[in-house]
């Protein structure tokens, strides 16, 4: 099969580009708060500048990482932009996760600087905030202890560890202002800017590096669809859609932090007032067009597109958002962490049904892409991330779909490797089925995604228990002897669904400890036998997903 592929001019550093915009529309609104508060394009260079110059200050050094724990607002925006020009990168890990894979995350960063909001701080060292923090997943290590120097956003807190620097006094630019060049406004494309988590087991984290170069280059790949210019208002919390909003001369307005569409969709579609453009993923589209059509939310008027990715974006979907809102246009985004984006399609080219499967949209400019033996896409392009962490230097990424190439169109056929996607999260069970299947009474697990009507997933692990049938014996607290796959997987005639079993209760409560937060599973099942195919009897996922949709339908 030969590649596909298109070319571009390379994208400019995307610090450059965000003050060239500065620069051009010093008086517009550049940055807006859900607090009201709006940083114009002239404050926001002023800002960033200001905070490079504080770091640097404070004994900041080129190719320093700052680990940043901070919701996205202004001041977090700045932080990070500052970061960049300070010449260091920002390592985005979120404290939510758990203790174990925070701690693991860390020590694989290495990091030399962190920024977390004062009341994080604060209920890691306080004893009445400390059981509230833990309730919400909130924990963070020493870092004094570590060496690690520490930013706060948010006023200062009893807790807040000794010397801490308040991330707004640094915009505001408390103290001298050299005229010392910033290293990272240099032109220096291979300068690593942004290190991103995925998802994995917990003691062996996984994280993508993007350098300045490849972040300038997405900006202009995606621009190339996403029709922004400095007349725009973007809303939304995410980078990827806020920064070429910056870069463009746009108006970039975040909502209230930590808020998510489908939680309260009305309140999100108000939110959006004379918003140009958004991003939702299927299921927070899902639930804004319920509440528009139920009218619990007025058609938001100003809205021209919405961008829709993190999970497969399915016709149905693409159907109802044409009834709802005629006069937006949906544009269904694929990319991954490593790469993003690698093809847009149009809403209306999703309402055409292909025979052979998924059509993703078209290779963007710059994109290459080729197919191995068995169908899976190996993509490339000056977007590429630079590689993992701690690994060798990426040339192209194996996505894991299963792809037709159909001259530049890209038309996914299936999952070479099992992979869930919710949300915004890509869960890979491989990842997690051995440390689960070691919990005693565990004789395999299975994680699974059962789709939706939108096209997210709600993740399920289906467990066997070890030794025997359990219409024999019900294994209450009996731990198995062998808990690896080579104890070959039970064959029930006709497996069931074990209502109430305790084996349930005790592998959710183990989980928090062996998976990151973002990849618990949604509910823990216990069946009498896991479906298998195949000379060497492996689970066969298809046939159980179709199994637990029907006994869920058959015990509901």
Known sequence: MPDAQTTSEPGQDLLDRILKAAATHPNRPALSGHRGRTLRYRELAVSIVATAKGLRRNGFSSGDRLLFSVRPDPEGIVLALGVVAAGGSVVFVDPGVGSETFVARVALAKPRWAAAESVVYAGASLRPLKALTRRAGLVLPDYTASGIRTLRAGPWLPGVPAGTISISALAKGRGPIDAVPLPGLRDDPDAEATVVFTSGATGSPRAVVHTRGSLGAALSVLAYRYEIDQHAQVYTDQFMLGLPALAAGAHWQLPPLGFAPRTDPARFAKGMGQATHTFLTPADLAAVLTAVSEHLAAVPTALQQILVGGAPVLPPLVNRAAAVLPRVRVLAVYG???????????????????????????????????????????????????????EPPLQEHATGDRALLRGDAVILLGRRKDRIIRGRTSIYPA???SAI????????????????????????????????????????????????????????????????????????????????????????????????????????????????????????
């Open 336 to 390: 991954m962490t490593e790469i993003v984006p690698i093809a847009i399609a149009d809403g209306a080219d999703k309402l055409v049904a292909d025979p052979d499967g998924d059509l993703v949209g078209r290779l963007l400019p710059g994109v290459t892409a080729r197919l191995t033996a068995d169908d899976e896409l190996i993509v490339s392009g000056p977007h590429l991330a630079k590689g993992y962490l701690g």
């Open 431 to 433: 990842s997690y089925e």
């Open 437 to 556: 299947e070691a919990i005693p009474g565990v004789g395999h697990a299975v994680m699974v995604g059962v789709p939706d009507e939108t096209g997210d997933e709600r993740v399920v692990l289906a467990l066997q228990p070890a030794g025997q049938h359990v219409e024999e014996h019900p294994l209450a607290g009996v731990p198995k002897e062998s808990n690896t796959r080579d104890e070959p997987l039970l064959a029930a005639p006709a497996p069931a669904l074990l209502l109430d079993h305790p084996l349930a209760a005790a592998v959710t409560a183990a989980l928090p400890e062996l998976i990151d937060a973002a990849s618990l599973p949604d509910q823990v099942v216990v069946i009498s036998a896991i479906p298998t195919s195949g000379r060497a009897r492996l689970p066969d996922r298809t046939m159980l997903r179709r199994l637990l949709v029907e006994l869920a339908e058959t015990t509901g």
